[in-house]
C-alpha cells in the first residue's frame, strides 16, 4: 500500500561511537531508507515528526540490550518507540530512536558479501518499521515485515536481503 506523499520527517542523526562512513553519507543512507518505507507502508501526517538514528558500537549496544532486552550480548539494531504503535497508525510527533552497532553491523555486511550501505539500509528501515508497530515474533508477522523490508528496499535498487 503506497502512497505518494513523504510525510515531513526531521532525523536527528548521531555518530557516537565505532567506526562509520562519514556522516553525510550516513545522513544520506537514513534519509533515502527512511522515505522508501514511509512510503510503502503507506504513512502520511501533515504533522511534523522526528526520528533519532544513534551509531554506535557493540559495546554500548550490548549494554542497552542488556538493560532493555535482559540479552547481554550485541545486536546490530535496536528500536525504541516513543510510543506504541500499531501498523497503519498516524504517526506520532516522535517516532523514537534507532541504535545500529559498527562492529557486528561491518561483520554481517561481510559475511553477506552485501555493501555496507545496503545493510545499513536494511537495518534502518527494518527498525524503523518495529517503531511504525511492525513485529517479526511470529511467523505471519514476519512474512509480513519482510515484504514491505525487501519491497522498501528494492525502491533503493537494494538486492533482496533475505535471498
Not at 506520532?92 to 534507532?98: A, M, N
Not at 527494518?126 to 513485529?135: F, P
Amino acid at each position: 500500500m503506497a502512497s505518494a506523499r513523504k510525510p515531513p520527517i526531521s532525523i536527528d542523526l548521531t555518530v557516537e561511537a565505532g567506526e562509520w562512513p562519514a556522516r553525510r553519507s550516513l545522513r544520506a543512507l537514513v534519509q533515502k531508507a527512511v522515505e522508501a518505507a514511509l512510503v510503502e507502508v503507506g504513512a502520511a501526517t501533515d504533522a511534523p515528526c522526528e526520528l533519532g538514528v544513534v551509531f554506535t558500537d557493540d559495546a554500548h549496544i550490548r549494554a542497552l540490550n542488556a538493560a532493555w532486552r535482559a540479552k547481554d550480548k550485541p545486536t546490530n539494531v535496536l528500536s525504541f518507540p516513543a510510543f506504541k504503535l500499531s501498523p497503519g497508525d498516524t504517526l506520532p510527533p516522535l517516532l523514537g530512536d534507532i541504535v545500529l552497532a559498527a562492529q557486528t553491523v561491518s561483520r554481517e555486511a561481510e559475511l553477506e558479501g552485501k555493501p555496507l550501505g545496503h545493510h545499513i539500509s536494511h537495518l534502518v528501515i527494518h527498525g524503523l518499521l518495529h517503531l511504525l508497530g511492525h513485529d517479526h515474533e511470529e511467523e505471519g508477522e514476519a512474512d509480513r515485515m519482510e515484504a514491505l523490508e525487501r519491497t522498501a528496499l528494492a525502491r533503493l535498487a537494494i538486492p533482496d536481503p533475505y535471498a
